[in-house]
């Protein structure tokens, strides 16, 4: 296609996202006005500099597709682009916009990125096709002068301490033909008996998406992603049942443990290539433009192994050196949902549990089982601590963990579930809690 304007967010949301913020955008001629639409439901119109506006994204916690409008003067559409929220996001994004004079030529590029920590890039490098453009300023970067009739390729790259990165790519001038990738969404799927994915013609049918039939275009089962949200007050009663003493004959410890788990223990993790992450409960607090206050939060340890390894993974890595009253734990949970699904993976998330109590500045536990629905994550709370398993607790239903056998069969069970899982990827790019299982398909339901 020609490019015809340039549009893209200055203000990139990162993390979760409920509530009033304001958003920003990077907008070149001959763009006249900019619509917003969150949902596919009109959120505002912007007609002039600074080109700004605060949207409210609900009080719940749910995925959003934002979309911005870029419209002439006529009111028909130039050009869009989207942010999803409370999705799998990458740990930075870098949005690039074209800054063009009077005659069209362009003349400058303005960036905006964001991090998933509030960090500021080590690194801004831009290239302007194939060679190195200087960077004085970072945020906007003048380039040499072009003819607008020929075509050029800029690519821009922020660099970020601690290796993380993003780049981003523009053509523009002469004809300029994108070629057009499908776009698809995929959908976690359990099926009742079997590993292998069944082929897409035999689940025709089986999905619909706002409502309408939509079709499987592939099946796959990718490898597997659990994280795990571990409540630092339930540590000690964790302990108690997985890590022996030093000396088993000592003190009121006595115990008679399994040979075969100490076994397991101590020797070095299964080899495997499935993902087991334990997020940390205490977050990073983000502040969008001094105005919006947001929360991050980052895995303490991953590692890839095999998930039969799970009970072990956790007891080698005790959650210590945590205040238990700077835990958000609710929102730490829809944190892990959202992660559990990046890179479209097989997924389940655990919390362990060690508190019937909830902070009443937190998120509410039953709007973040809600949203892992909305996402397809399946949810699993278990607990060491009997007081927990015997009360009544925010959460609903809490699996005991309070014996090293319960903690190896909830693991067990945890895995078959995650073994019954494939994703089917579908025509369309929806959000999650569009999609739905049309009846008549007994041998499978969404994974949640």
Not at 87 to 102: C, F, H, I, S, T
Not at 247 to 275: F, I, Q, T, Y
Request: glycine letters at 6%; a negative charge; charged letters at 25%.
């Amino acid at each position: 296609m020609i490019e015809k304007g340039l549009l893209a967010f200055g203000t990139i949301l990162l993390g979760l996202i409920s509530g009033p913020h304001q958003i920003g955008l990077m907008v070149s001629q001959p763009i006249r006005a900019v619509r917003l639409e969150l949902d596919g439901q009109v959120a505002g119109t912007l007609t002039r500099p600074p080109w700004r506006t605060v949207i409210d994204f609900g009080e719940g916690l749910s995925p959003h597709k934002l979309e911005a409008i870029g419209l002439d003067e006529n009111g028909a559409e130039i050009t869009r682009t989207v942010q999803w929220l409370n999705l799998p996001r990458a740990e930075a994004e870098l949005e690039v916009a074209l800054e063009r004079d009077r005659e069209g030529r362009t003349v400058a590029v303005a960036l905006a990125w964001a991090a998933v920590r509030p960090l500021e890039p080590e690194r801004v490098s831009v290239t302007l096709d194939g060679a190195d453009v200087p960077v004085a300023s970072p945020r906007r970067i003048a380039l040499p002068p072009l003819a607008k009739d020929e075509l050029h390729v800029l690519r821009a790259q922020v660099t970020f301490p601690g290796g993380m990165s993003a780049s981003a790519t523009k053509a523009f001038g002469g004809v300029y033909l994108a070629s057009t990738e499908a776009e698809l969404t995929a959908v976690p799927i359990l099926q009742k008996s079997g590993h292998k994915p069944p082929p897409p013609e035999r689940i025709a049918g089986l999905l619909t998406a706002e409502g309408r039939p939509t079709q499987v275009i592939a099946t796959e089962r990718p490898l597997a992603r659990v994280v795990v949200v571990f409540d630092a007050r339930a540590v000690e009663a964790f302990r108690e049942i997985t890590v022996p003493p030093i000396n088993p004959k000592s003190g009121s410890k006595r115990k008679h443990w399994d040979r075969l788990w100490v076994r397991r223990l101590w020797s070095p993790p299964a080899l495997g290539k499935d993902e087991l992450d334990l997020l940390n409960p205490i977050p990073e607090t983000v502040t969008n433009d001094g105005l919006s206050l947001y929360r991050i939060f980052t895995c303490n340890y991953f590692e890839e192994q095999s998930l039969d390894d799970l009970p072990v993974f956790l007891a080698r890595r005790p959650v210590a050196d945590v205040d238990p009253e700077a835990q958000w734990l609710p929102a730490a949970v829809a944190a892990a949902g959202i992660n559990a699904a990046r890179e479209n993976r097989r997924r389940a998330v655990v919390l362990v549990l060690g508190t019937t109590e909830v902070d009443s500045d937190d998120e509410d536990p039953a709007e973040v089982r809600a949203l892992l629905g909305r996402l397809h994550v399946p949810f699993h709370v278990w607990s060491p601590c009997p007081e927990v398993v015997a009360g009544e607790t925010p959460w609903g239903s809490v699996r005991p963990i309070t014996t090293l056998p319960e903690l190896l069969e909830a693991s067990k069970d945890l895995n078959d579930g995650l073994e019954r899982q494939f994703i089917a990827w579908i025509d369309g790019e929806h959000l999650p809690q569009s999609i739905a299982l049309n009846s008549g398909h007994a041998d499978f339901e969404l994974a949640r």
